[in-house]
């Protein structure tokens, strides 16, 4: 809707992306307390996306963790991998969270990042998360399994879905 915005159409959305804000009149300030920016990507006709929505508890201290597979069955290699989890913790500093391809070739997502902060609700790409180039090249189809391990004691969380998108060649 904005004619600067669609002046972005077809750029690469992966990278650091910068937002400037300028105050160019006198009298008062401001401040910025967040923002977020959403883009909408074109997978492209190699590409392929699943969900799953488990809804598991993650048992508290247990170095097994909870696990939930997602089942491809593209044939090709993985050129670029994307995965968004939403997990419910009240201190996602505990969680570990891996991916573990076909091949078992693992991912690591999160490694106790956040410190106190509640629950875990992001995308994961080579940007976030630099362990998915080790994907590169693996095989697409098969069982993918996402691992969520709560490492340290007192609470719980639940992993409530997650989604697995793969570029293939």
Do not use: C, Y
Request: aromatic share 4%; proline share 5%.
């Amino acid at each position: 809707t904005l004619p600067a915005l669609a002046a972005l159409a077809g750029e690469p959305v992966s990278g650091t992306w910068t937002l400037r804000v300028s105050d160019v009149a006198r009298r008062d300030t401001g401040r910025l307390n967040s923002w977020r920016i959403a883009a909408e990507h074109d997978m492209g006709a190699g590409a392929v996306e699943r969900t799953s929505t488990p809804h598991r508890a993650i048992p508290d201290a247990d170095q097994r963790g909870v696990e939930d597979r997602i089942s491809i069955p593209a044939d090709g290699t993985v050129q670029a991998a994307r995965v968004a989890v939403s997990i419910t913790h009240p201190f996602r500093g505990d969680l570990v969270v891996e991916l573990v391809s076909p091949s078992a070739v693992t991912a690591l997502l999160h490694n106790r990042q956040g410190a106190g902060a509640d629950d875990l609700k992001v995308t994961f790409d080579e940007t976030t998360a630099p362990a998915l180039a080790r994907l590169r090249g693996q095989p697409a189809g098969g069982d993918w399994t996402l691992r969520v391990r709560d490492v340290a004691r007192q609470d719980v969380g639940r992993l409530d879905e997650w989604t697995l998108s793969l570029d293939t060649s």
